[in-house]
């Protein structure tokens, strides 16, 4: 399957699509079929190279229709289709060594060229099910774990990693998960998924929510090393604080910890958030971590609309172990209905050594149309 054809494929797709959504509605008017057509077109510059174009059309395929009162299905499909004259990053999310049990995904990420990537898979297929104070759900999902922003380290399955280009795809588990209402604040969850091999990984967690706090501690039982972890969300009038982190013990029987403290607060309509990162398992930054690039990161992000069409959200990634740092800019225009023209930015400001020396600079401008 060549890049034409996989671009062909998105097309038909999406006008099928398209049609579905406009003529299947349920009772209450709700679409049965939604979804996001959309086209990239930009420059990369990788590490010690020069600019290079490059070229992206995404299409997303989701239905959550209702089967009973209390049961429902989630469907979600994409495809993708990246282009450049050198190997890039793939603009959605990559993981090394941990498969799925059934591979639901037609790509060539291991083809030698990466210049062209394209894919065609099955994000979500599953049932969910409740009864009384009891959720159930089961099949290819992904569970929704932790609070905060530029990482979160008790997103035990597929944590999406902090620079990944598309932030809206992360990568689903085939497995289940149930939710216990012990009290109307207080739940115990447990979910376990299978993978490539027949290995079981697990996750437990005791959701506390208080009145302007919550308390969420959970342990993991992973392949190669298990976790324990707490999240702690306070809610206060006008500011958010959020810690987060993991203490990770290997099968080797060293430890190492990953953990996230920040807050968000809204001033005249637009929200500023700072956070800090320390990742001591130099794992985060994905196929740019060794086990060995181990870092301190603050982040900084300020969102908000503006026109009433315009909304806008530069952001700021510095290393404290010295080294570039990150401008991260996302523009958004509204120009009609259904109808976004976006930018985003991932620039590098220096040429000094640090934790994300190898990072490669990238920036685009989008056409995206939501059905």
Not at 221 to 232: D, I, M, V
Request: with cysteine; aromatic share 12%.
């Amino acid at each position: 399957m060549d890049l034409r054809l996989a671009r062909l494929v998105c097309l038909a797709l999406a006008l099928l699509g398209t049609g579905m959504a406009r003529a299947d509605d349920d009772d209450s008017g709700k679409k049965v079929i939604s979804g996001t057509l959309a086209v990239e077109g930009g420059a990369t510059q990788p590490t010690e190279s020069g600019l290079s174009a490059y070229q992206y059309s995404y299409l997303d395929l989701e239905s959550h229709p209702d089967l009973a009162p209390d049961l429902s299905l989630g469907l979600e499909a994409d495809a993708i289709a990246q282009n450049s004259a050198v190997p890039m990053l793939a603009s959605e999310p990559e993981f090394e060594g941990v498969k799925n049990l059934i591979h639901l995904e037609w790509e060539n990420a291991e083809a030698d060229d990466q210049g062209e990537i394209y894919s065609l898979e099955l994000q979500q297929a599953s049932l969910a099910w409740t009864a009384g104070s009891l959720e159930l759900k089961g099949g290819l999902f992904k569970p929704q774990w932790g609070s905060s922003l530029f990482y979160k380290p008790t997103d035990y399955f597929y944590p999406l990693p902090p620079l990944q280009w598309l932030t809206d795809e992360p990568l689903s588990s085939e497995g289940a998960n149930a939710t216990c209402f012990l009290f109307d604040d207080l739940s115990l969850e447990g979910a376990a998924r299978v993978l490539k091999g027949g290995q079981t990984e697990g996750v437990a967690r005791l959701v506390n929510k208080m009145i302007g706090l919550t308390v969420t501690p959970s342990a993991a039982w992973l392949t190669g090393r298990n976790a324990f972890g707490l999240e702690l969300v306070a809610s206060l009038p006008t500011v958010q604080i959020r810690l987060e982190g993991t203490d990770w013990l290997y099968a080797d029987q060293h430890t190492a910890a990953n953990w996230i403290i920040g807050f968000s607060t809204n001033h005249e309509g637009v929200q500023y958030s700072a956070e800090i990162l320390r990742d001591g398992t130099g794992e985060i930054l994905g196929m740019f971590s060794d086990s060995g690039n181990q870092g301190t990161y603050v982040f900084l992000k300020a969102e908000g609309a503006f026109f009433s069409q315009w909304k806008a959200s530069p952001g700021l990634v510095v290393p404290l172990e010295g080294g570039p740092f990150l401008f991260w800019p996302k523009v958004g225009w509204n120009f009609a209905p259904q109808w976004e023209l976006g930018f985003q930015g991932q620039v590098l400001l220096g040429n000094w050594k640090g934790p994300l020396d190898l990072y490669p600079g990238r920036a685009g401008v989008s056409l995206a149309y939501s059905f």
